[in-house]
């Protein structure tokens, strides 16, 4: 069992950043593929960013890329997510995720521990 805590949440303004981590409690989270997900109000459930167990491969939703940049320090078993210029409809509870099958993926159902959450809003 992993368990997953995210962190950095906060009110920002439109055109400003946030930085999230997302700290395990197991060394093990180091062999886990790793993504950040978000749920704004009544909306489902979306990807944002993965990256793979070594750092080498990242993987971005459209909506996020070119602003949004995942990373990780496996000597910290932390996942961070910098966000820069953000938007309003970056409002949402952004969420981290570990997957133990290294698919890489922006499916939900692929991952197997989650965090439970932390809010990111955004005013314009």
């Known amino acids: 069992q992993v368990q997953l805590v995210e962190s950095g949440g906060g009110l920002v303004q439109a055109g400003g950043s946030l930085r999230l981590s997302c700290a395990a409690s197991?060394?093990?989270?180091?062999?886990?593929?790793t993504g950040w997900f978000r749920q704004a109000p009544g909306k489902e459930r979306e990807f944002v960013a993965a990256?793979?167990?070594?750092?080498?491969?990242?993987y971005y939703a459209d909506s996020v890329k070119g602003r949004f940049t995942i990373s990780r320090d496996n000597a910290k078993n932390t996942v961070y997510l910098q966000m820069n210029s953000l938007k309003p409809e970056d409002t949402a509870l952004y969420y981290c995720?570990?997957?133990?099958?290294?698919?890489?993926?922006?499916?939900?159902?692929?991952?197997?521990?989650w965090g439970q959450g932390t809010q990111v809003t955004v005013s314009s």
């Open positions: 990256i793979s167990w070594s750092g080498s491969r990242t």
């Open positions: 197991r060394r093990t989270f180091n062999t886990y593929d």
């Open positions: 995720a570990a997957d133990f099958a290294r698919s890489l993926s922006d499916y939900e159902g692929n991952y197997d521990y």
